[in-house]
């Protein structure tokens, strides 16, 4: 049987897309020191990436948008990402387990969810590095984009130094409107452009 492992990284952020990611191991070429991504440290993270990638029987990556997070809300966006991985998968497979409570909708074959999955089955393991690593690659590139924000150090999560940026350079297209921080900067720059009227 054919069992993918799926995962999610970037609910939290103010900032980007959340990003999904859905693997088949292959039982013959096993990868050493899988674990929750959150429990590596990045340098071991980004080598397990690449192995994965190499000797997965299959992988696919895939996301929702700031702005499909923005008209769906955070939880179906990753539910949708989540779904897009798996279809996007070479091998369609037998069995889905996916990270958490929710199963996203319209699969074509049976899932499980198991709430913290990521430390229980290697292949979700397996999923939340590939989605923790794309996720940190697009806020490096975005820190390329936009230096002032500090998105590589921070990585668009609710930080001090994230907030003091909005506060100076206000809000870019690629952060999430509907998170209550973000709604919070919009109108108070709103308020103070009405005053300087």
């Known amino acids: 049987m054919r069992i993918a492992g799926v995962d999610e990284a970037g609910r939290g952020p103010l900032v980007g897309s959340v990003v999904a990611a859905a693997v088949i191991l292959d039982p013959n ?15 071991k993270r980004e080598k397990l990436f690449v192995e994965i990638k190499e000797k997965a029987l299959a992988w696919a990556i895939a996301e929702s ?3 499909e997070i923005d ?7 990753s539910l ?4 897009r991985a798996v279809e996007a998968l ?33 292949e979700i393991s ?16 975005m820190d390329q984009k936009y230096p002032q924000f500090g998105f590589a150090k921070h990585k668009g999560y609710p930080t001090k130094a994230h907030f003091e940026a909005i506060a100076v350079h206000g809000v870019i297209s690629e952060h999430r409107r509907s998170f209550g921080p973000v709604r919070k900067a919009i109108a108070a720059m709103q308020e103070q452009a009405e005053l300087d009227l």
């Open 90 to 122: 070479s091998i369609p497979p037998d069995h889905v387990l996916v990270d958490g409570n929710k199963i996203p909708q319209g699969l074509a074959m049976s899932c499980d969810a198991i709430v913290g999955g990521d430390a229980l089955h290697a």
């Open 71 to 77: 008209e769906h809300n955070i939880l179906q966006a």
């Open 29 to 43: 070429n096993p990868i050493e020191g899988l674990n929750d991504s959150k429990k590596l440290t990045e340098k």
């Open 80 to 83: 949708l990402a989540m779904r």
């Open 65 to 67: 948008s700031a702005a």
């Open 126 to 141: 397996a999923a939340s590095i590939l989605a923790k690593v794309t996720r940190d690659h697009q806020m490096i590139e």
